[in-house]
Structures are given as C-alpha cells and as structure tokens.
C-alpha cells in the first residue's frame, strides 16, 4: 500500500512533487491514511466515529472512502466507467430480488458494512437475505452491522494493481460472505469466492456468472453488461 509523508510544510507544488518520486510501475491507489493511535486504541466504536467524520467533512469530494481492519482510511477515486459498471451489478441483483417477492436486501457502494474485524467496507454490490439482516446499531443509522451473503467488486480503472481487490475479497469471504465474484474488466477475468473453499475459481472471458445457491437462478450477463461496456 502507497503512503507519502513529509516532514516539511507542504506547498503548492507538494503533491506534484511527491509524486514524481514514485516509480511510474508502482500503483498509487488506493491512498491509505492512518486514523490518530487513540481512536484505534479506544477500539471499532472510535474508529467508526472517525470515519463518518471524515466521509460527512468530504462528501462533496470525488472520493470513495474505506476504512480496512488495520485502522486504516482507504481512498480511491471515481470514474464514469466504474460508476456505470456498479449500476449495472445492483440493478441486475435487485431485478431478481424483485422476481422472486423480495427475499433480501439488495445494495451499491453507497452503503457501508461494518463488519468483525473492524474494516467498514461498501461493495460495488451485495445481498443478504432477509434473515440474516441485523439492524444498525446507531441512530441515525450509518453501517449495517454484518458481512453481506453475495459481495460483487469490479476493478476500477484507477492506476492501481489488482492486489487490493484480492486482499477485499479475501476479508469478506473471512467475515461471513458465501459467494463472492471479482470481476477484472481490464483481464476480462472473474474470480468466484465460494465459502469454504480456499482459492477463488478464475473464469476467463465468461459470457455469464451463475448466482448459484446464494442467488438461485439468478445470472448475469458479464460480458455483455460489464466486458463490453462502451
């Protein structure tokens, strides 16, 4: 994970010039701060604190904030194409949810899962069924207190490496997710979590990915929705 730091005051030119000492094969996404010692000491509570005062202090800015198990801000920047990508995964999750009279909870990025090792994190897609939902725990309220069943994640197009995204899909099968897909529009790969199974299964150039017991019935049109996006 890339930090910079800087013991001098910073100027106009500070981020300019910090980046140009980074080696141009090195993925600068995602930007990873670290919470003040403190608020990780005093535990998960403090650190959700902080979190939501940073994401209500900068909502206006064109950022998607995590916060990983290691107490750690995660910054990554938007794009068209990913905000396009994320549409089509929820829309075509919620469409089957609708079908079959609503047995669960369909959500997008904009949702946030704060899950047991402490990470806060808002897959580009998820489903839980009804059963498993557990109500948030603050009022108003701001994380869903569990891992979600399905997870989704499709890689940005940001400059960063995929290793990220495998460290994510590794933590959410951790916390309790039964399938997972990672979708790589740049490979055209997907790997597919399954629960209990230590290796994704890697799928290249599939034409379309089965929700199988998780989301029975339910499949999608990777390539045509996600691949050939244009």
Request: net charge negative.
């Amino acid at each position: 994970m890339t930090t910079i730091s800087t013991t001098s005051k910073p100027d106009a030119t500070g981020i300019t010039k910090a980046a140009s000492v980074i080696d141009e094969t090195e993925r600068l996404f995602p930007v990873a701060l670290r919470l003040p010692d403190s608020a990780i000491a005093e535990g998960v509570a403090a650190c959700e604190d902080w979190f939501w005062e940073v994401c209500t202090a900068n909502q206006d800015r064109p950022w998607s904030i995590e916060l990983n198990g290691s107490g750690e801000l995660e910054l990554m920047p938007t794009y068209a194409y990913g905000e396009r990508r994320e549409f089509r995964l929820v829309y075509a999750v919620e469409t089957w949810n609708i079908a079959n009279d609503n047995p669960g909870m369909t959500t997008g990025p904009s949702a946030a899962y704060f899950m047991s090792n402490g990470a806060i994190r808002g897959p580009d897609a998820a489903w839980t069924p009804n059963e498993n939902i557990v109500p948030p725990r603050s009022e108003p309220p701001r994380t869903w207190p569990f891992c979600p069943d399905f997870i989704a994640e499709a890689r940005s197009d940001a400059p960063s490496s995929i290793d990220h995204l495998l460290e994510k899909m590794r933590e959410y099968m951790e916390n309790g997710a039964r399938l997972g897909w990672l979708i790589d529009p740049m490979e055209r790969t997907v790997r597919v979590y399954r629960a209990g199974v230590d290796e994704p299964e890697l799928l290249t150039e599939p034409e379309t990915l089965d929700g199988e017991e998780v989301l029975p019935g339910f499949t999608f049109a990777v390539r045509e929705l996600i691949f050939d996006l244009n």
